[in-house]
Structures are given as structure tokens and as C-alpha cells.
């Protein structure tokens, strides 16, 4: 005797729970780890890493070779070695001092959190919305065609044969 079709289903869903579970996991360790740098260079590189070149367009501090830029790494060298500040306190000093866009990404925290939960949410409620649409369709045994759609298709049909004959 085969076992009931609700039965593959509650055998299946309990992957897909512990699947989900596994992701949520995983992202809360990922935006939560805090792998600070080593040494003094390493900081200066990842901060600057993390800061937009006022001037140029697209690029790093750490990447542009600009006046601008330059001056940043020398005062985000100064105030790694007199060592009193953490690298978010020198990335808002730097965002105070010099006008304009000057983060490459956008804070964890706040508005800016927006930037990176409205997409992951999107993508979620599109593959949610997906799921619903094919679990309603395979529920429903496919797309049966009306009398109406065989009617259209022998009409068809016929007239592609009267244009070859």
C-alpha cells in the first residue's frame, strides 16, 4: 500500500525547516563577527578600504592615488598609532571632516540597515511567492485546457493545413 501523498510532504518539510534554520544561522554569525585586523598596517588598510575616495569616482581611499585620499590614510595612520580611537570612531571622524559620501558601505545599523534587509527580503518573499504558485499548480494536477483552448488549437490546425495544401 502506498503511503498518502501527506505523508512525502510531512517527511520533506522538516529538511527545509532545519535547511532554513542552517541560513538564518549562518547570516546572524556572519553580520555579527567582528574579525578585527592584527596589526596597525592591517587597520589602516581595512579602514581605509572601507572609506570613499571625496573625489574620485568609485574608488577607495586605499585605491586612489588622490591629494584627498592621501590625506585621509595619513590621519587614519596618526590616529591608529596613538591608538585611542576604534576604527568606527576614526571612520566617523573621518565622515565628519571630510564633506560628501565618504562610506563605501553603508552602516549596519538604522536607515542604512535598509540597504542591506530589502533585498534579502525581497528575495525571500519571491522565492516564498514562487513556491506558493508551484505548490498551487502541482496541487491543482497542472494546467488543464478548456474546451474553448482545443477548440482554438483544431482551428489552427485546420488553417495551417489549408495554407500547405
Known sequence: MAAPSG??????????????????????????SDSTPLTDQ?????????LACPICDGESVFESRNPTSEAIRVEIRAQVDAGAATDDEIVSFIEQRFPGRVLL?????????????LPVFAAVCATAGLGVAFWRWRRAGGAVPSDDDRAMVAAALEAERDDDG
Do not use: N
Not at 510532504?9 to 553580520?31: D, H, I, N, Q
Not at 592591517?42 to 572601507?50: C, F, L, T, Y
Open 42 to 50: 592591517e587597520r589602516v588598510e581595512a579602514i581605509s578600504k572601507r
Open 7 to 32: 505523508w512525502r510532504a510531512a517527511k520533506r518539510w522538516p529538511g527545509w525547516v532545519v535547511l532554513g534554520l542552517v541560513v538564518v544561522a549562518l547570516s546572524v554569525v556572519g553580520m555579527t
Open 105 to 117: 558601505v553603508p552602516r549596519s545599523t538604522g536607515i542604512d540597515a535598509l540597504a542591506w534587509a
